[in-house]
């Protein structure tokens, strides 16, 4: 681990001011995953900005009807939280879903947004890799690619996102709120939030560099039947081949987001017009364009079956 120089900020404005300041700083909350790519020296932040005291660890019923969730709310205590649980069930289990208790119990709201892919070429630093090092080539290209993306990549990077709790808040429309170092403020739809790769696959998100994520709100509660399935190698702690966020309400429409096949939450909602027709339907509308490899073409055909197994499930 590199040297680096530290400081706690006083304010969300003060946070995002500091970073504005210093070329190569980031923030820290839990540091459940930037501690890691500091010792493997893929980030090397010259300086850190502890964001832990800034008071945004709570969550708030909005004058909409909906959650404001600060930005440093701990994935433990809002999967566990009774409103989340009651009326916005796909996002609890998201999160149980999403790692170990002891990373839940640090890791933050704003933080599992942010996190980065686990693509194993990313993580090599003796590999080529457009995410780590801009224009270095991506070796996953013609590599091994079973865990990779099958839509929404680029020459240039076939990485997905590992995060399950967006995967539900991108189903239940959450909007991001930012502050800037000036004191500017922004709502930011979680389907705009995160990029596709296109030719620049190191810029992952729409956030400016002084940009600090004060809260994710979410809209009124959508009502009827929330899941979140989650298929993957082993039964804990690893992230998802395939994922589906879904909240199918009684006259068998719904929404639909999927996890671990593309580089952000993916979901058209063009393609949920094809509920009544079944899974294959959807999928098929879902992953138009698709571009899968060798090693991951199995992910189109099981986002079918998990999708099916939803619709099952609800259908009693």
């Not at 909906?66 to 709310?73: E, N, P, Q, W, Y």
């Not at 205590?77 to 069930?89: E, I, K, M, P």
Request: glycine share 10%.
């Amino acid at each position: 681990m590199r040297a680096f120089s530290y400081e706690r900020a006083g304010s969300p404005q003060e946070a995002a001011a500091a970073a504005a300041a210093q070329e190569g700083a980031q923030f820290i909350a839990g540091g459940t995953n930037l501690l890691d790519l500091m010792k493997l020296e893929i980030e090397t932040p010259s300086h850190l900005i502890d964001v832990n005291g800034l008071g945004l660890d709570t969550i708030e019923a909005t004058a909409e009807g909906g959650l404001r969730i600060g930005a440093l709310v701990r994935n433990t205590d809002l999967a566990a939280d009774q409103r989340v649980r009651r009326d916005y069930g796909v996002l609890s289990r998201a999160l149980v879903a999403g790692a170990s208790g002891q990373l839940r119990n640090k890791a933050t709201t704003g933080g599992n947004l942010l996190q980065r892919t686990r693509c194993p070429y990313f993580y090599d630093t003796n590999m080529s890799c457009n995410k780590r090092e801009p224009g270095s080539g991506c070796a996953a290209q013609g590599g091994y690619s079973r865990q990779l993306a099958v839509i929404g990549g680029s020459e240039a990077c076939i990485a997905t996102h590992p995060s399950d709790m967006a995967i539900a808040m991108r189903v239940l429309d959450a909007v991001v709120e930012t502050v800037n170092a000036e004191g500017d403020t922004r709502a930011i739809p979680l389907a705009d939030f995160h990029l596709l790769p296109g030719d620049t696959p190191h810029i992952e998100t729409v956030l400016a560099p002084d940009e600090f994520i004060t809260a994710v709100v979410l809209p009124r509660p959508l009502g009827g039947q929330h899941f979140y399935h989650k298929v993957r190698d082993r039964a804990s702690y690893a992230f998802a081949l395939v994922s589906v966020a879904a909240v199918i309400q009684p006259d068998g429409s719904g929404r639909i987001a999927l996890g671990g096949v593309a580089p952000k939450p993916w979901r058209n909602e063009a393609a949920e017009a094809a509920m009544p027709n079944g899974a294959r339907a959807v999928i098929s509308r879902l992953l138009e364009g698709a571009t899968p490899t060798e090693d991951n073409e199995f992910k189109v055909t099981l986002a079918e079956r998990t999708l099916a197994a939803v619709l099952a499930e609800a259908r009693g």
